[in-house]
């Protein structure tokens, strides 16, 4: 029975593995993200700096995740050399990325901006990118062929 079971595994379509493992990905972006925020607030980030607070994080966690998700799937599906470009890519984006935080921090436009929180959202950046990098090449992979 286990033969017969090795020899005809259970298929799951495609795109419900991609989005199971998108969502994962994002949830796990999102709980780590809940420890830097958590550990900012700590060493002084004030409550209120709304930025920090679990709504805000989580939406454009998630947010990112799926945009960037998108943006790999059509880079995998028209470039003739994919990897190279999200290696040169992927870093450019993070570091934009950046942009508005540092904004934050120079213009104090936020109530309760402190540069302990600003780069907390900075270290949030990052932890998107490792966490979510990693889940588009195992469930998004780039051609082997292609470089």
Do not use: K
Not at 29 to 35: E, L, P, R
Not at 56 to 74: K, S
């Amino acid at each position: 029975m286990s033969h017969q079971l090795a020899a005809h595994p259970a298929r799951r379509p495609r795109g419900l593995v991609v989005a199971g493992g998108l969502i994962g990905a994002a949830a796990v972006a999102v709980a780590i993200n809940a420890i830097v925020a958590a550990t900012a607030h700590a060493v002084g980030a004030s409550d209120d700096f709304e930025a920090l607070q679990l709504p805000a994080y989580a939406v454009l966690t998630v947010f990112g995740v799926l945009v960037a998700a998108a943006a790999w799937a059509i880079i995998r599906a028209r470039s003739a050399r994919p990897a190279r470009l999200l290696r040169t890519l992927v870093p450019v984006v993070l570091i934009v990325s950046l942009t508005p935080d540092i904004m934050v921090g120079v213009s104090d436009s936020r109530p309760r901006t402190s540069w302990g929180a600003v780069i907390a959202l900075m270290v949030m950046h990052v932890v998107v990118a490792a966490v979510a990098v990693p889940a588009y090449r195992r469930l998004l992979p780039l051609p082997a062929t292609q470089g």
